[in-house]
């Protein structure tokens, strides 16, 4: 074997003592800067150390250790090119074959809260990136490891003479990866420290796993990014495309709400929701808003799933059941069901702050609807002023209708939604429709509340609530004929709640 010489520059140390005494043991030289070649050294390995190799000192603590021509040249010049040999052998220098390098920890320190700024700008690596990019340039004669994740199989093949170049072609655009997310994060940390608004929008999410399908069968789908770091499914089969979109949903919508609150979701819309202060009640009472959607459906808690929840649950089929927590005794029960998947939520998605769409030639941004309503924010525009109750079942249907469909009507009462319309290409249409499914469940609505997503643009959605018995409505304003609206609920003696804010969910 001929030009054995490895460069090893790691910030992750880890597995790199071994890594290194696999390598020297096999006859490569090891190249090592800093506290890599330290702790190497103190481990026995026998290293040399870059500036000795060069001739030229690491300067300005430490910013500049590797960029030197030796290190480079050794690194890109082309193996079977006759000139590229003659200058390297002019300019004594000698070919690196092996690279292994990972890079300081820009992004962990950027989101320490405690970082400086100046702690900030000497984690961004200069030469880690630019010896990563030239071994990956040269991956014909140079193999380029970026990870402690990769040394296992690199030195199987390295040992077992399985080295090949479609091998190092993979290494190499793995590394490529690494130095795109890795300039990814600091462009956006100083496009969001020196701008005001976001300037550019880059994604570099791994693929995280393969979908049978997505939407439908003749369409692939995939999963990129961290998905499992808000989600652990526990068991059942695999999550398909439509699943994962309506879990999340669903998970959504629990989390906005009280303690013990149970949802059912069917294709990203509620079913069925209610808080009761008593995991077991409120998914009966969810459950009743609409059994006969909620079958198929994914079932949501916002806390522990006990024994008693979990027999019940297993009455019907249900895709999903998502909950922080299950009862070891709840575990055993939903399990019968072999397929049905079961999920725990491990986090709330505090840290997602936009969302994005697909358009043609790019896409569309905006940022997540965090709104909450207080009760400064819940103005009584008519005569009839609410009563305690009325402002509790109103403050719970609003939850509902701001993860609706539009146009989304919500009936609640006692904490229940009993009717839901959602989808509708007019407001009334998702009156009707929420009544309709209301009556059909056995569901009387005297003396419930409605939520709307959006203001009513014409006075008939109110009269049309007027005729069911609706007591209260909630809903953002704003309309050309908000006083014709107020002047519908007046005349049928309903309170009615402006919030100034709009909730609409396409």
């Given at each position: 074997?001929?030009n ?11 597995g790199?003592?071994?890594?290194a005494?696999?390598?020297?043991s ?5 190249l090592a800067?800093?506290?890599?070649a ?5 481990n026995g390995?026998e290293i040399i150390n870059?500036?000795e190799?060069?001739g030229?000192?690491e300067?300005?603590?430490?910013r500049?250790?590797t960029?030197h021509?030796k290190?480079?040249g ?23 074959d092996i690279?292994?390098?990972?890079l300081?920890?820009f ?6 809260p ?10 961004i690596?200069?030469g ?5 990019r030239?071994a990956a ?13 990769q040394y296992?199989d690199?030195?199987?093949?390295l040992?077992?003479?399985k080295l090949d ?9 793995e ?11 600091i462009?956006?940390?100083f ?11 880059r994604?570099?999410y791994?693929l995280?796993?393969?979908l049978?399908y997505?939407?439908?069968p003749?369409q ?7 998905f499992d770091?808000y989600?652990?499914v526990?068991?059942g089969k ?16 629990v ?5 013990e609150?149970?949802?059912?979701i069917k ?5 069925g929701a ?10 009966i009472?969810?459950l009743?808003?609409d ?5 198929g459906?994914?079932?949501a ?7 008693k929840?979990?027999t ?5 089929f249900?895709?999903?059941?998502v909950?922080p927590?299950f009862s070891?005794a709840a575990?055993e029960i ?8 079961i ?5 709330n ?9 697909s358009?043609?030639g790019?896409v ?5 609807d965090k ?5 400064d ?15 509790e079942d109103?403050k719970f249907?609003?939850?509902?209708s701001?993860h ?11 904490k229940m939604?009993?009717g ?15 009544a309709?499914?209301a ?8 003396g419930?509340?409605?939520?709307s997503d ?16 609706i007591?209260?409505v909630i809903?953002p ?6 006083e ?6 007046n005349?049928h ?14």
């Amino acid at each position: 074997m001929q030009n054995k010489i490895a460069l090893i520059s790691v910030s992750d140390k880890t597995g790199i003592v071994e890594f290194a005494g696999k390598l020297n043991s096999l006859g490569y030289k090891i190249l090592a800067t800093g506290n890599t070649a330290r702790i190497l050294a103190e481990n026995g390995i026998e290293i040399i150390n870059v500036s000795e190799f060069t001739g030229f000192p690491e300067i300005f603590d430490g910013r500049v250790k590797t960029l030197h021509p030796k290190i480079f040249g050794g690194i890109l010049f082309r193996r079977k090119n006759s000139a590229d040999i003659e200058e390297s052998v002019a300019n004594g220098i000698e070919p690196v074959d092996i690279v292994c390098v990972n890079l300081y920890p820009f992004k962990k320190v950027a989101e320490n809260p405690d970082s400086t700024l100046e702690e900030i700008i000497e984690n961004i690596d200069i030469g880690g990136p630019g010896l990563i990019r030239a071994a990956a340039k040269n991956y014909k004669d140079v193999s380029v490891i970026t990870s402690p994740a990769q040394y296992e199989d690199f030195m199987e093949k390295l040992q077992t003479g399985k080295l090949d170049l479609n091998y190092r072609e993979k290494l190499a655009a793995e590394a490529f990866s690494v130095t795109a997310a890795y300039d990814l994060f600091i462009a956006d940390f100083f496009e969001n420290k020196f701008f005001e608004g976001k300037q550019s929008l880059r994604f570099n999410y791994k693929l995280s796993r393969k979908l049978r399908y997505g939407e439908n069968p003749h369409q692939k789908a995939y999963v990129f990014g961290n998905f499992d770091e808000y989600f652990e499914v526990l068991h059942g089969k695999e999550l398909s495309y439509n699943n994962i979109v309506d879990l999340i949903s669903a998970a959504e919508i629990v989390m906005e709400l009280e303690p013990e609150s149970c949802a059912i979701i069917k294709h990203t819309n509620a079913c069925g929701a209610a808080s009761s202060g008593d995991t077991f009640n409120s998914y009966i009472n969810a459950l009743a808003c609409d059994p006969v959607s909620a079958f198929g459906g994914i079932v949501a808690f916002n806390s522990t799933v006990d024994e008693k929840t979990a027999t019940k649950l297993n009455e019907i089929f249900l895709e999903i059941v998502v909950a922080p927590e299950f009862s070891p005794a709840a575990m055993e029960i939903l399990k019968k069901k072999k397929n049905r998947r079961i999920v725990r939520i491990l986090s709330n998605f505090d840290d997602i702050d936009f969302q994005i769409k697909s358009i043609p030639g790019g896409v569309l941004m905006q940022d997540k609807d965090k709104s909450v309503i207080t009760d400064d924010m819940m103005n009584t525009v008519t005569d009839r002023k609410c009563s305690v109750k009325e402002l509790e079942d109103l403050k719970f249907a609003w939850k509902i209708s701001k993860h609706t469909k539009s146009n989304a009507i919500v009936f609640v009462k006692n904490k229940m939604a009993i009717g839901v319309g959602a989808g509708q290409m007019s407001r009334i249409d998702s009156v009707k429709l929420a009544a309709k499914r209301a009556k059909e469940h056995g569901h009387s609505l005297e003396g419930a509340v409605a939520a709307s997503d959006a203001f009513f643009p014409f006075a008939d959605g109110v009269e049309e609530m007027a005729s069911f018995g609706i007591t209260a409505v909630i809903q953002p304003g704003g309309s050309i004929r908000d006083e014709e609206v107020i002047e519908a609920a007046n005349k049928h003696n309903i309170s009615m709640v402006f919030t100034g804010i709009r909730n609409f969910k396409h």
